[in-house]
């Protein structure tokens, strides 16, 4: 592991770690060096703090490993440091910072990784002006806008809300009948068949508010007084056609390219599920990660623990995400 290692005892140090954890410190030295050859840079001992924060930021969202998967081969680098007798800035609270970050968003769905990116709240009041200057009607920018802000608020899947074409089967898109208003300005949204399929379905709550300029309840409250009928789709439009997962995606996209160019192109449904989360993952003393999971309804235990929530404590939840996003401007 290093030149300082004198030969008479180099048969003993060998031997104080199993080959397969020497392979694994070799793995680790030889990806360090693999990414200073694609950097340009020479290795040199001890390991400059900014190189290995490139490291690992390359390691995680370039080469797509793991938070784990990095937190070991910096300890073998740490290792390599020990041996040649310099110290190292392996365990800096910088390196550890990025690995929990990492680490919290690889909890929501891979959100760091490939090509989906998230609708953050800044992006939302973006995606507010561009369908509100749009030359459609009222009721279109009214649908749209709808759709978008229970969508964010309520970190769903849009399959939960919307078909895929417009032959659609009831069980599987929101209904009228699916949406209760309650006395106290909140809101609970059925979702019949989630992803999990639980037999009793999904239970999503929805809060008034008034932090923040946009509020998913004041707004359908609004559709409700225009459109409200049992037995009908929620997000109809007027002339009775029905918004579709892809005609929502595709408006979206088309509505901040202008704004956000290429990044526009890489949002997808999930990216509104997994705004909240990503929010609350940048702000980890905000909340705990069992109140971030079951809020997204993440896992099936995750939705139990959540389905035994009071509403109180889902208000209290609700305070807290807010003033996250009401931060994020």
């Known amino acids: 592991m290093g030149p300082l290692v004198p030969h008479v005892a180099r048969g003993l140090v060998e031997a104080s770690y199993a080959d397969s954890t020497w392979a694994r410190h070799a793995s680790a030295v030889k990806c360090l060096e693999h990414f200073e050859s694609l950097r340009g840079y020479s290795i040199s001992w001890p390991v400059k703090l900014e190189t290995l924060c490139e490291f690992v930021s390359w390691a995680l969202l370039e080469k797509g490993l793991k938070s784990d998967t990095v937190k070991a081969y910096l300890s073998s680098i740490n290792v390599a440091h020990n041996f040649r007798g310099v110290e190292s800035h392996c365990s800096n609270v910088?390196?550890?910072?990025?690995?929990?970050?990492?680490?919290?968003?690889?909890?929501?769905?891979?959100?760091?990784?490939?090509?989906?990116?998230?609708?953050?709240?800044?992006?939302?009041?973006?995606?507010?002006?561009?369908?509100?200057?749009?030359?459609?009607?009222?009721?279109?920018?009214?649908?749209?806008?709808?759709?978008?802000?229970?969508?964010?608020?309520?970190?769903?899947?849009?399959?939960?809300?919307?078909?895929?074409?417009?032959?659609?089967?009831?069980?599987?898109?929101?209904?009228?009948?699916?949406?209760?208003?309650?006395?106290?300005?909140?809101?609970?949204?059925h979702i019949k068949i989630d992803k999990c399929k639980n037999p009793q379905g999904s239970y999503i709550d929805l809060f008034k508010s008034n932090v923040l300029p946009i509020c998913p309840v004041k707004t359908l409250l609004l559709l409700k007084e225009r459109r409200y009928a049992d037995g009908k789709p929620v997000f109809m439009f007027e002339n009775g056609k029905i918004l579709t997962t892809s005609c929502f995606m595709d408006t979206v996209r088309n509505l901040l390219y202008p704004i956000i160019g290429d990044y526009a192109k890489m949002l997808c449904g999930h990216s509104f599920r997994a705004g909240i989360p990503s929010a609350l993952a940048a702000n980890p003393n905000a909340v705990k990660d069992i109140e971030i999971k079951n809020w997204g309804r993440w896992t099936s235990d995750s939705y139990l623990l959540y389905t035994r929530l009071k509403l109180k404590q889902k208000c209290e939840l609700y305070a807290k995400i807010l003033r996250v996003l009401n931060k994020s401007l």
């Open 94 to 189: 910088i390196i550890s910072q990025m690995l929990q970050g990492a680490k919290n968003l690889a909890l929501y769905d891979s959100l760091a990784r490939g090509t989906r990116k998230v609708m953050s709240y800044p992006l939302m009041r973006i995606l507010q002006r561009q369908i509100f200057h749009a030359n459609w009607t009222d009721d279109s920018k009214l649908v749209m806008w709808a759709t978008s802000l229970v969508a964010f608020f309520g970190s769903c899947r849009l399959g939960e809300l919307l078909p895929k074409s417009e032959n659609f089967v009831e069980d599987e898109i929101l209904m009228w009948n699916d949406v209760k208003f309650r006395n106290d300005e909140s809101v609970l949204i």
